[in-house]
């Protein structure tokens, strides 16, 4: 317990406020983009007459890139943190703690990059946050995009469990109040 | 050591708020865009026809009646909602956003030791109680299919509420008791 409060403690040093707000809103972005994927698939296939899923889509999509770009922020600043330290996270909690990151920042770009790709073979357009449009990069191409698709859908499910087991770590440490928590809400 | 205790308990208390919170804020959040998109008056209520394409069909791995099917699911949600429903949802999903954001700021507040911290929870999360209620009140007085979609995760919530209320006004008790 000593050994866990220690780490947590020193790591607090340099966890910077602003990943403590990145964390969070990407916590609430990644809740709300498994919940609109999960219902907006059952709204009836897009033609002239049926745009139930315009709205939808374009959201999922836009957050989807945001979050693209606070992933790659957010792991620029941890890995500089960590290239801080001066010696190798110690203790089996600490490393499996980097691991878990190292995976949920691996499996979030994926999860990203390929909902994007499917999106550009599917041909449909992507106007980001209704201002800028994004150039497709690749001519329409239904085999990769249900490639994609497939991608993206199983690297989101491992990333669900990994959530899981994330959440359940965070509990774990709230319960033990071992400094771990504490690193996660302070904004002084 | 009581100091200890307290800081434990309001360290997991944090975790729990900020957990179901979350979870909370991308229910409301999607409450709040489903019924934007599917309103009175949009082509599945004016009967159209589904447009399923074998190529749209092959993409997204579904059977010709799964495509028809899902005309069907908006038409039920349209058909089983009252009036007034979609107005009502509207706004009791934008409270539900407010008040969830309200209960995430009081989960930072309590491990940041600010003296109303617990003060604030009890009434965020009564706050959300009230609105799970309301919602709960509202989906009673729909149709069977929406009932049927509605009052069972509406009844959970409830019971979520008010277990981390409990909770909550009794961390409160035993804070005041300490001090």
């Known amino acids: 317990m000593l050994e866990t409060r220690n780490s947590a403690e020193s790591e607090s040093e340099n966890l910077p406020r602003l990943v403590v707000l990145l964390h969070w809103l990407l916590a609430a972005s990644v809740f709300f983009l498994f919940v609109s994927s ?10 002239a007459e049926f745009t139930y899923r315009e709205l939808p889509f374009q959201l999922h999509k836009n957050i989807g890139i945001t979050l693209f770009v606070v992933v790659i922020t957010m792991a620029a600043i941890r890995i500089r943190a960590l ?7 110690q203790g089996w909690l600490r490393r499996l703690a980097v691991v878990d990151h190292i995976l949920l920042y691996t499996l979030l770009t994926v999860c990203c990059l390929s909902g ?6 599917s041909g449909w357009t992507t106007t980001l946050w209704w201002l800028v449009d994004i150039p497709s990069m690749t001519a329409e191409n239904d085999d990769l995009n249900i490639l994609f698709s497939e991608v993206h859908l199983w690297s989101c499910w491992v990333l669900l469990g990994l959530l899981v087991l994330h ?19 302070r904004l002084r | 050591m009581k100091n200890e205790i307290a800081k434990a308990n309001m360290s997991w208390l944090a975790v729990i708020i900020m957990l179901f919170g979350l979870l909370l804020l991308a229910s409301h959040s999607n409450e709040l865009l489903k019924q934007t998109v599917i309103g009175p008056g949009s082509s599945a209520d004016l009967d159209f026809a589904a447009d399923c394409r074998v190529d749209e069909l092959e993409e997204e791995q579904l059977s010709l009646e799964e495509c028809q099917l899902m005309v069907s699911n908006v038409r039920i949600i349209l058909s089983s909602s009252p009036p ?20 995430l700021v009081t989960a930072f507040g309590l491990i940041n030791r600010h003296s109303p911290g617990l003060r604030l929870a009890i009434v965020s999360t009564a706050l959300l109680l009230i609105i799970d209620v309301a919602g709960f009140v509202a989906a009673v007085n729909t149709g069977p299919l929406l009932r ?4 069972w995760p509406l009844l959970i919530w409830i019971c979520i509420h008010l277990s981390m ?4 006004i009794r961390l409160a008790q035993q804070s005041e008791m300490d001090s």
């Open chain 1, 38 to 47: 999960w219902w907006m698939l059952s709204l009836p296939l897009p033609s």
């Open chain 1, 83 to 89: 290239l801080r330290e001066a010696s190798p996270p």
């Open chain 1, 116 to 121: 994007y790709m499917s999106s550009s073979y």
């Open chain 1, 167 to 185: 959440i359940g770590a965070a509990i774990y440490h709230g319960i033990g109040n071992d400094g771990a928590i504490d690193k996660m809400f």
């Open chain 2, 84 to 103: 007034w429903y979609r107005s009502y949802q509207l706004t009791l999903s934008s409270l539900g956003i407010a008040a969830t954001l309200f209960s």
């Open chain 2, 148 to 151: 049927a979609q509605y009052l």
């Open chain 2, 165 to 168: 209320l409990a909770a909550i």
